[in-house]
């Protein structure tokens, strides 16, 4: 595969475990990650970047494990004494996780681009693979609710994804950017497939195909382009895809999701608790494990994604030539 | 001394042992402290008011003993993890101690004064002396070395107060103003002191005295101002006091620092150690103990300071008479 590239767009926790299977399993150099910055904000005059900091402190091999967030063996000194100030607490920021916050936010008020400075702070923690924003404008989802329009964290965190998702929208977008890296990664020569990582669709997704121009990038690229399953068995692993689906009035089944990405993939990765969908996929299946439970499972389901690429494009190849 | 209220002047570890024995010894509400921010800067993007936090960790009874600054029992985390990006780890902030850097900064960024940002945070700790900024303008404090003009902490804390001084400036002074809730207590009509804490004359006091107004409200305020030495038998308890009036050409001892306060001071307080110099000074002398060990210690001398500056409003009371 050497001189081969690919692309992973990637939410939080669910595409930062595909995207470190992909990583062990690439060349380095191989693998740029690009993310959802729809969830980014701006907390106690700090620049926040979650899905940015899940992906690299995962690559790095730093992330704390149970939580799907933060680094491991964290210390809560920060959190404690801003509570005995009084300040807010609902957004929990441990105290080495904060100089990722602090030295970010340090940057862009310098005038560094989000991407120059994700790019430094994944190299700073030993991360081969190129992690990079989706933009480096602003882009801000939001979730309009039973209780109102409520900003990303507070929908996630401060609320715990209790209210009733009405729409999602992403402010900012319209006017938003691709990132020159984002976009330049998509229109490598090299690149053999996009891998859309079973990150939630409305929520880590949606706001990556809401920048203009990256779902055109990513047709354009001519590469084949997967979707992994964020769902097994009509349900997600870990964060509320199935209930949202639900609210939006869609099926909680894989059937949903494709026809949500219909017209961008060309294939589809489906679990195989969910084997007998496949005949309803109107694009390439490949059915395979795809619950992450251990860092063979990622190495695995990276492997078997990375397959699929290749079977995909050799068959373009062959149609073409017919 | 019911309705009685004292100033104190302070800067960073000395002042703020003698303010934590005043603030012992006088009734809630009663004391006043206003401190030199000088020594304030921009750090990783936060404003950082050490020897306001000093005074505020102390009287809090949250004072790192040892070190004369930051928290007692802090954590280290957001310093390693910084390291670990490649930021500046020169000026080191504890876990616990970023919080009052991070909530200050935030609130300041909101339009808030730092007048009453500290005054809550200090709140927030349960200190019940009103603790303020000698302005809500900045003034920097700015040390001519032989290696060029070197910002405070720069001087301070990364070189360690190596460099040989020439001379001390206070950039943005001429045109600072006096912060209102200072002027206030400096106006009270229940005054019945000004006290001039044992912190460095040139690098810590003197950034209060070049705030325009402050050294014609201390002398319009009519209450004894009294100097407590910050030298023993020529020596600094800590930091470079010595060391600074050597290189500015200045004997090394109290008479240099009595002359320095000339006009401005109507006693002082002399160690024991120095009594022998007590002829030598041009305004009323206390000779006491200044070496300030244990809390008893500083209430001691807090209490000999006040009665201190009772002996003189009493006799400038009677002269008045006469």
């Known amino acids: 595969m050497s001189g081969e590239t690919f692309v992973a767009l990637c939410g939080g926790i669910g595409g930062a475990k595909l995207a470190l299977g992909l990583d062990r399993v690439l060349p380095p150099g191989a693998l740029t990650v690009i993310v959802n910055t729809g969830d980014d904000f701006e907390h106690l005059g700090l620049h926040v970047s979650p899905d940015i900091d899940t992906v690299i402190y995962t690559l790095a ?89 409520l900003p990303f964290q507070h929908y996630f965190v401060a609320r715990a994804c209790k209210p009733r998702v009405q729409a999602i929208s992403f402010e900012g977008a319209a006017a938003a950017r691709l990132a020159k890296p984002a976009a330049a990664a998509l229109a490598d020569r090299r690149l053999a497939g996009i891998i859309i990582c079973p990150s939630n669709p409305y929520l880590s997704v949606d706001p990556l195909l809401a920048v203009p121009g990256l779902r055109e990038a990513t047709r354009a690229s001519g590469a084949p382009v997967i979707a992994v399953t964020p769902l ?63 860092l063979a499972d990622r190495v695995a389901l990276a492997n078997a994604t990375l397959a699929f690429c290749r079977t995909l494009a050799h068959r373009a190849a062959v149609e073409k030539r017919a």
């Open 61 to 149: 091999g730093l992330a704390n494990p149970e939580a799907g967030w933060g680094l491991g063996g964290e210390t809560w000194s920060f959190m404690a004494a801003l509570e005995r100030l009084g300040g807010p607490t609902w957004f929990r920021l441990g105290d080495g996780d904060l100089a990722t916050h602090v030295e970010r936010t340090r940057r862009l008020r310098n005038g560094d681009r989000l991407s120059d400075v994700t790019a430094d702070l994944a190299r700073a923690l030993g991360v081969t693979a190129r992690v990079l924003p989706m933009s480096d404008d602003p882009v801000r989802t939001v979730v309009e609710t039973d209780e109102g329009p």
């Open 232 to 294: 097994i068995g009509g349900k997600a692993v870990k964060g509320p895809t199935a209930k949202i689906m639900a609210e939006l009035g869609l099926e909680a089944s894989v059937r949903a999701i494709v026809r949500h990405y219909d017209g961008l993939i060309d294939g589809f990765v489906l679990d195989e608790a969910d084997a007998e969908l496949a005949g309803d996929i109107a694009v390439p299946v490949q059915v395979t494990n795809t619950l992450m439970r251990t």
